[in-house]
């Protein structure tokens, strides 16, 4: 045992992101889970239609074929901010940052556009056990997407200020583990509830 | 793709794609997306039919996404990603088929019709 205090140890120590980003995988596997159950509670209830309306009724294929779209362009110009990583050149990244932001916005837009319409014409979560279903699965990946948006704001404003940094790196590698599972969670609530409801 | 061994980052110890990987990735689910699409507005196959194709388009896309934009191999230094995504997917098959066969089993041993519920 070597008696000199290690006084420098906090300053010389690397920042090490892999087990945040390990870590985050886990959490995104628990996401999975999570929206596993409400897939299930859809799979039973989406007949139940207490004499209301069922998804064929309701649902637009080419609204949601935009939305999917949207959605998908997004998950691809993220990749295009994590690929700028190691250019040194943060605007790029905070440039396709931005992009996907937008892209995400506009998502979730049209998304609460759909819900308003549907809630104006009567057709709520309290209408019948399939729409609540309906609403509980669609607005939790929806919820997801808002707060990976809030985060977004927060990760331009760390890179515009930190640059880019085995931090920021790191932050900015969750964000795009969190995004791009979020675009595979819609490409199955785009087939499973979307459509298969239109068959 | 697999001749080449991942680059895992000094910083955050992930791997990355290249723009080619992202490109093919992109065009691929977009493709697929389409299909499935055409194939549910057009009405080109049996209920059944239609059912089965719509749910096998997912799950490719799922795997493409998981390639070229998740970017999960087997490759040793990222085993217990794979591990884990493995864990979690028993998980999910666990709770949506055990959830369907114990749900259909109710409907019919009770004599209920789902479908006017």
Redesign the interface.
Known sequence: MSATPMVNDHHTHHFDGSKNVFGFWIYIMTDCILFATLFAVYAVLHSHTYGGPHGKDLFSLPFVLTETMILLTSSFTYGLAMLARNTGNKNIIIGWLWFTFFLGLSFISMEIYEFHAMYVEGNTWATSAFLSSFFTLVSTHGLHVSMGLIWMLTLIYQINKHGITPVTKTKLTCLGLFWHFLDIVWIFVFSVVYLMGAI | MAKHEPEF?V????T????KS??T??IL??IL?LT??YL??T?AFS?LH??IA??V??LI??FV??VF??HLSTHSKAS??LL??L???L??LI??LG??WI?YNLYVNMGMN??S?
Do not use: R
């Open positions: 980052d910083d955050t110890g992930a990355y794609g290249t723009h992202y490109a990735g992109f689910s977009i997306t499935s699409f549910v507005s009405g209920t239609l059912y719509v749910g388009l997912a896309q799922l996404q998981l934009f998740l217990w990603n884990s995504f864990f979690a997917l998980m999910v709770f949506v959830t369907l749900m789902a479908m519920m």
